[in-house]
């Protein structure tokens, strides 16, 4: 039976996984530096009083991440599934994009441009290899914090306009690595079905083995097949009509 399930699980070796850990953590550090309930007192600009603002980036950063999760580890039973919480994942983080570039424009600043220098330095950070032998979660969580370094040029500085364009960018990177996902997806889904197909096939194949062994018709020689009449059952040819040799069983 192991040719039924697909193979699931394995998140922890994605790149867009790893950027979407950097993602939460790094949004939960950012709400808690620059979005108080009331920031004013520290001179900032953007003022968030029942933390609305707060909550909205922290859940579409948490949703992000924990649907790639999800997805990965439903893809055992379903690539629809999978194709569907991934696609989730892609949404929540385009939201959570779409919050950094409100918190840069409320600041009477604008996003970088993809021409940027400082856009094209962070976005032509190489993430390594997800270097995993027999402890996942602890080598993941380690990985990710590597990883992060690599940003900590723009995400440790006190500029918030500075930390939310480098964040901004990272997603953007994010965002591309899932559409890639789920378009390999989708092929792997047209080249070797679903579930749902796989378990009707191997229901099929299972009744055939319970099926006694086929004898050849005694005018044609071709295989026969069990039929039933008011009589009771015997073997047809599976010519019939062409031949109308049978047999009893």
């Not at 950063?61 to 990965?72: C, D, F, K």
């Not at 856009?119 to 027999?134: E, K, R, T, W």
């Not at 370094?149 to 899932?178: F, S």
């Not at 039933?228 to 040819?237: H, I, L, P, Q, Y």
Request: aromatic share 8%; with cysteine; hydrophobic share 40%.
């Amino acid at each position: 039976m192991s040719a039924l399930f697909d193979k699931h699980g394995g998140f922890r070796r994605l790149h867009s996984f790893t950027l979407a850990t950097i993602v939460q953590i790094e949004t939960l550090r950012f709400c808690r530096r620059f979005l108080t309930h009331d920031v004013r007192e520290a001179g900032a600009k953007f003022y968030d009083p029942k933390g609305r603002q707060y909550d909205q980036m922290t859940q579409a950063a948490r949703s992000g991440r924990q649907n790639i999760i999800e997805g990965s580890e439903r893809s055992a039973t379903s690539k629809d599934t999978e194709m569907k919480l991934t696609d989730v994942a892609r949404a929540s983080l385009s939201e959570l994009r779409g919050d950094y570039e409100i918190v840069i424009l409320d600041r009477n600043q604008l996003p970088w441009s993809v021409h940027a220098p400082e856009a094209q330095a962070v976005n032509a950070i190489s993430l390594d290899p997800a270097p995993f032998a027999d402890d996942m979660v602890h080598e993941s969580a380690k990985h990710a914090l590597a990883q992060r370094q690599k940003y900590a040029t723009w995400l440790d500085v006190d500029d918030a306009v500075v930390v939310a364009n480098a964040m901004h960018v990272i997603i953007g990177r994010a965002l591309n690595m899932l559409k890639r996902q789920i378009e390999a997806q989708g092929q792997a889904f047209e080249a070797t079905g679903g579930f749902s197909e796989r378990l009707m096939a191997k229901r099929i194949e299972a009744r055939a083995k319970d099926q006694p062994a086929s004898p050849a018709c005694p005018l044609c020689g071709q295989p026969m097949r069990q039929r039933k009449s008011a009589k009771g059952a015997f073997w047809g040819c599976s010519t019939y009509p062409d031949c109308k040799g049978t047999r009893q069983v």
